[in-house]
């Protein structure tokens, strides 16, 4: 006879290590997390107990509706009173939710979270937990905590994806407790990634979704754990990756690494320009800014017409564009669609410090410019050069306008406005 | 009213602004690269480095030095959508 597992896993805890155990919950019917993330077979909420010489430490806990799953786990390998610390690698409620029944069972155990984590802390808890002064310890990268013959050493990796996120190491057993660093929405209750099911488009998904718009950030903790010895790797969500753990990390290396400077050098800075155009009129001033921001040395050019494209794509060239320029016509007093679903589609992506800008043609009012520049700068991009609206069918004169208005991009974007002394009423 | 002149280095470019500006309000209408999130000094995403005349701005609020320290602030730097401006200052993002 066929012997059916159950999908929410083991009753008890699992040995990922001797004297280290898996202590999560499994959570298969779940097909959305945090609004954003299709989650097809559900995932898991990864946490870990630590057994030493001088105590038992528990790092992460899981979500409020499993902490029952949670306790029954722990219970079956320790007893409340041996827990001397608690780690929270990321204060998200899907990992912190078991922490206040946690700490009231365990009241002699100190919390450690990274120093970017207090506030978070004080919001997640009830009015009522955070009166209570327990204690807790914020540390940083290298501090330490000894369980005896075990050392627990703590990595900040902020922005992995909230401010607060980190990692912690196991010294001597060279397992890392990576937070939702190298983690994916993927239930499996064989729980390690030798035993599970093909996870990979559940990983890369996951990074696409989650680590994407921090790349930046994944380098700065790359350069933290690539040094480490690796025996495990064990993220908050997914599977246990104990077999060959750096092939992740060289994956994570792969995914946040420029492929247009892979591909294609990294002398020019890239400008991007979007635009859709009923008539022409909008497409016109589109290649005169072309023209003129060709002008300047240094600055690779690409249009686009959005019409004629697909969102996905355009979110990849915008990631690795330094300027972008949206054009659209206004269509009775809005930009039109297209532009507003790209606009709303950049989440995964990092924008700080791009510049934007935005042009096109208008019938009688003429709102769409203003509407996108606005919007570019909630995205936290610059918008260093007025839009440029124009009536109807660009003149010569007018075209000649689009390319200064394109020279003027470009000079933003290689850095050569000259030190200008404006007014604060000028701006508007 | 009195004036005072913010530079963003980051963009060379000088603003003659009223004395009591909020440094995030020039910023954004320049086109500076400070940026912002929730405006009301607590999230630390404004964080901006105050390179000449840290003198020059209010005071930071016990809230704000609190926002500061838990971002990890280095000296000189300030919340842009707390600091008002009351003399000449060079501002860049943190």
Redesign the interface.
Known sequence: MVEVTSRTGPAGAVEIAPGVHWIGALDPALRTFDIILRTANGTTYNSFLVRGESGVAVVDTVKLEFAEDFFRRLESVADYSEIRVIVLNHLEPDHSGALPELMRRAPQARLYIS??A??MLKALLKPKEADRSFEYETVGTNDEVSLGNRTLRFLHTPFLHW?DTQCTYLVEDGILFSGDIFGCHYCDNRLFNDRVGDFRFSFDYYYGHIMRPFKAHVVEALKLIEPLRLTIVAPTHGPILRDRPRRYVTHYRELSTSSLTERIGNEDRSLVVFYMSAYGSTARMADAIRAGAEETAGIRVSLYDLEGGETGPFVDLIEEADALAFGSPTINGDAVKPVWDLLSSLAVVNL??KLGAAFGSYGWSGEAVRMIEDRM?GL?M????PGLRLKLIPTDDELVECCDFGRKLAA?LV?G????????SE?? | MAKAKVTFEDINQTVNVPAGTRLIEISEKVGAGIIYGCREGDCGTCMTHVVTGWNNLTEPSVLEEKVLRENMANRHDRLACQAQVLGDCTVKPA
């Open positions: 120093t970017r207090t506030s401010p700080k410090g700068r936290k610059r918008v260093p050069v933003a850095g406005e000259q030190g200008r002394v404006i007014d604060f701006l508007g």
